[in-house]
């Protein structure tokens, strides 16, 4: 499962609706109204327009269908307004732009290959008549930048930081974020990631690596023509632990409590935390445990939980507070951007 869309299962009510919109639904250009760009002539078959899925990073929530890094590829989702399905009118797929090559990769579904740097629109047509069912803006650039993250694994409910260091002697999850000249987010499935220290990939973008002492750990990294070395620092030392602030639940709702472990000002992922939970709740199983430096209790009673982290001789606690009505959980700003949409959802 999409690590973001796994994050949006367990966020009830509106919530749900924005994180779900956020990590996966980018409006193509008829999703408002279902007007037809100047120009184009369209098919009745989608009179609500597509939304297109294209790569998810692992390092953030909503980055819908961003550039393409020159030289690389994303597959992108085809999803009908309508029914908010996978597309099932037969369809041709179609680029404006030189610099881009698409291929139909399944039944709903194209693959996007950028050999140049350029813009244009991907046009989802119908095969008979050419008719637009609808279109996308799409635009490569090339890497300028590529920079080591802690994935969503290892830093939600944050998104890392530019300052942050692995643990020695734990596996981490880290995703390579790959940036244009403007720093603009860039997305290349074909990506190539080796690390001596590595243990396996776990997304197009991300890696599992086990440094074993303090320092740092390089990452090689290709994309098309473009090579580069990533450094991840590497600490065998924490100096502190951090809680969450209290939550309010109701019975049987699930909370998710997260700590934070620090080397000085630096964070640190991949601590070995020990965890223990006492009050009204049980520990979600571990296959339900998305993020390694948190728990996830359900409550099965009035009271307080609370769940203590210790690493060696320090420690932190959370606590979750039980009431007879639950209170939704609360969705940052900044999650949903107009980035994601296609020309003729902003109309």
Same mark, same amino acid.
Request: charged letters at 20%.
């Given at each position: 499962?999409?690590?973001?869309?796994?994050?949006?299962?367990?966020?009830?009510?509106?919530?749900?609706?924005?994180?779900?919109?956020?990590?996966?639904?980018?409006?193509?250009?008829?999703?408002?109204?279902?007007?037809?760009?100047?120009?184009?002539?369209?098919?009745?078959?989608?009179?609500?327009?597509?939304?297109?899925?294209?790569?998810?990073?692992?390092?953030?929530?909503?980055?819908?269908?961003?550039?393409?890094?020159?030289?690389?590829?994303?597959?992108?989702?085809?999803?009908?307004?309508?029914?908010?399905?996978?597309?099932?009118?037969?369809?041709?797929?179609?680029?404006?732009?030189?610099?881009?090559?698409?291929?139909?990769?399944?039944?709903?579904?194209?693959?996007?290959?950028?050999?140049?740097?350029?813009?244009?629109?991907?046009?989802?047509?119908?095969?008979?008549?050419?008719?637009?069912?609808?279109?996308?803006?799409?635009?490569?650039?090339?890497?300028?930048?590529?920079?080591?993250?802690?994935?969503?694994?290892?830093?939600?409910?944050?998104?890392?930081?530019?300052?942050?260091?692995?643990?020695?002697?734990?596996?981490?999850?880290?995703?390579?974020?790959?940036?244009?000249?403007?720093?603009?987010?860039?997305?290349?499935?074909?990506?190539?990631?080796?690390?001596?220290?590595?243990?396996?990939?776990?997304?197009?973008?991300?890696?599992?690596?086990?440094?074993? #002492?303090? +320092?740092?750990?390089? &990452?090689? @990294?290709?994309?098309?023509?473009? /090579?580069?070395?990533? $450094?991840?620092? !590497?600490?065998?030392?924490?100096?502190?632990?951090?809680?969450?602030?209290?939550?309010?639940?109701?019975?049987?709702?699930?909370?998710?409590?997260?700590?934070?472990?620090?080397?000085?000002?630096?964070?640190?992922?991949?601590?070995?935390?020990?965890?223990?939970?006492?009050?009204?709740?049980?520990?979600?199983?571990?296959?339900?445990?998305?993020?390694?430096?948190?728990?996830?209790?359900? #409550?099965? +009673?009035?009271?307080? &939980?609370? @769940?203590?982290?210790?690493?060696? /001789?320090?420690?932190? $606690?959370?606590? !979750?507070?039980?009431?007879?009505?639950?209170?939704?959980?609360?969705?940052?700003?900044?999650?949903?951007?107009?980035?994601?949409?296609?020309?003729?959802?902003?109309?």
């Amino acid at each position: 499962m999409n690590k973001a869309l796994a994050i949006t299962a367990r966020v009830g009510g509106v919530g749900a609706a924005v994180l779900a919109l956020a990590a996966s639904s980018t409006e193509g250009d008829r999703s408002t109204g279902g007007r037809c760009p100047a120009g184009e002539q369209c098919a009745n078959e989608t009179p609500e327009g597509l939304a297109f899925e294209g790569a998810q990073v692992s390092w953030f929530i909503g980055n819908g269908v961003a550039n393409t890094a020159v030289g690389g590829a994303q597959t992108i989702d085809i999803i009908d307004n309508v029914d908010e399905r996978p597309l099932t009118w037969a369809f041709e797929p179609k680029v404006t732009s030189t610099a881009h090559r698409v291929t139909a990769t399944g039944e709903a579904s194209v693959m996007l290959s950028a050999i140049g740097e350029g813009s244009g629109h991907l046009r989802i047509t119908r095969p008979a008549d050419g008719y637009l069912y609808d279109r996308l803006p799409i635009a490569s650039r090339p890497v300028d930048r590529m920079q080591a993250r802690p994935s969503l694994t290892e830093s939600w409910p944050g998104f890392g930081t530019d300052s942050w260091a692995a643990y020695a002697g734990s596996t981490i999850d880290v995703a390579i974020a790959l940036y244009d000249a403007g720093g603009g987010w860039l997305v290349d499935e074909t990506m190539r990631i080796t690390a001596s220290t590595l243990v396996g990939r776990t997304a197009w973008d991300s890696v599992e690596l086990r440094p074993t #002492a303090a +320092g740092t750990t390089d &990452i090689l @990294v290709g994309v098309g023509d473009t /090579n580069a070395t990533v $450094t991840v620092s !590497v600490t065998d030392r924490l100096t502190s632990i951090t809680g969450p602030s209290p939550q309010q639940r109701g019975v049987d709702d699930t909370a998710e409590v997260c700590f934070n472990a620090f080397d000085g000002t630096v964070r640190v992922f991949g601590a070995p935390y020990a965890f223990q939970v006492s009050g009204p709740g049980v520990v979600l199983p571990a296959a339900e445990q998305e993020h390694r430096s948190c728990v996830e209790v359900r #409550a099965t +009673g009035l009271g307080t &939980i609370v @769940v203590s982290a210790s690493v060696g /001789n320090l420690s932190a $606690t959370g606590q !979750v507070d039980v009431t007879s009505t639950a209170s939704r959980a609360a969705i940052p700003t900044g999650w949903v951007s107009r980035f994601d949409l296609g020309e003729r959802a902003m109309q």
